[in-house]
């Protein structure tokens, strides 16, 4: 804290200084001072060359990473995400659970499809969030409270419904012995729910998922974002579909 004041003191003193500087440059001009315009001009330009080799090795990294970076970061420091959309949720979920299989942080996500899973969702802490990577990541942290349980989403809309659930473990004796009980938890829910189940191990950070209680093990980013958009984006177009046809079909009969 001291070390931050003291950078922060020293900071405003120089801004101050700076002011004054051209403050006084400014005025010896107008007035006609031409020695002191003179002088102050010529320590505005010295200044400058100061701070540039004082703060040689920050700007040298800045311009690093600049060169590092592609068009598409810079865009997407401009763009504001819509963490409601299907594509924008597909990314979140990926970038955190890469995370977790890179970090060998123990995750089960449920992805809520047709069936209603209140029940499931109560036995947790209920939530209405949006999704995105830094909460997901931040839920499913070694030691917080609600590491060790599920997260509930829901398809429609897209959010966050509860943290730390309960899931059903399954009964299935042809289930490898090697799996443990996040396995089985994601495995026995997809059992009995019509839902998608993300899952990663603590042991060995392999990523999984359950569907229609059947357990598909070391996902790659690539076989992860295709179930997702599946799930996310292929059912909601289907949905939206239907709902259009649904509607015309009224208007038909009821005349709007």
Excluded at 17 to 40: D, E, M, P, R
Excluded at 121 to 127: M, Q, S
């Amino acid at each position: 804290q001291r070390l931050c004041g003291l950078i922060y003191f020293t900071a405003e003193q120089v801004a101050k200084g700076i002011i004054i500087i051209l403050a006084i440059t400014q005025i010896s001009g107008w007035i006609g001072l031409v020695s002191v315009n003179f002088v102050f001009k010529n320590m505005i330009t010295v200044g400058f060359l100061a701070l540039l080799i004082m703060f040689q090795p920050e700007l040298r990294k800045v311009l690093e990473t600049l060169g590092r970076a592609n068009m598409s970061d810079f865009k997407s420091i401009f763009e504001q995400k819509d963490l409601s959309s299907p594509s924008s949720v597909i990314d979140e979920l990926i970038d955190a659970v890469l995370y977790f299989g890179k970090t060998r942080t123990g995750a089960l996500i449920v992805i809520q499809r047709k069936d209603i899973v209140d029940d499931i969702v109560n036995t947790g802490i209920e939530l209405d969030s949006l999704i995105s990577s830094e909460l997901v990541k931040n839920v499913f942290y070694h030691n917080t409270p609600l590491h060790d349980g599920a997260m509930i989403i829901s398809a429609e809309p897209l959010r966050i419904r509860a943290c730390g659930c309960i899931l059903p473990l399954s009964k299935n004796n042809n289930l490898s012995s090697s799996i443990g009980t996040r396995h089985r938890a994601g495995v026995g829910l997809s059992e009995n729910y019509d839902c998608l189940v993300l899952i990663v191990s603590e042991e060995t950070g392999t990523i999984s998922y359950a569907l229609n209680g059947r357990l598909s093990r070391f996902i790659d980013e690539n076989g992860l974002r295709r179930i997702l958009n599946e799930i996310l984006v292929v059912e909601d177009e289907g949905n939206d579909r239907i709902k259009k046809k649904v509607k015309s079909i009224g208007g038909r009969y009821f005349g709007k």
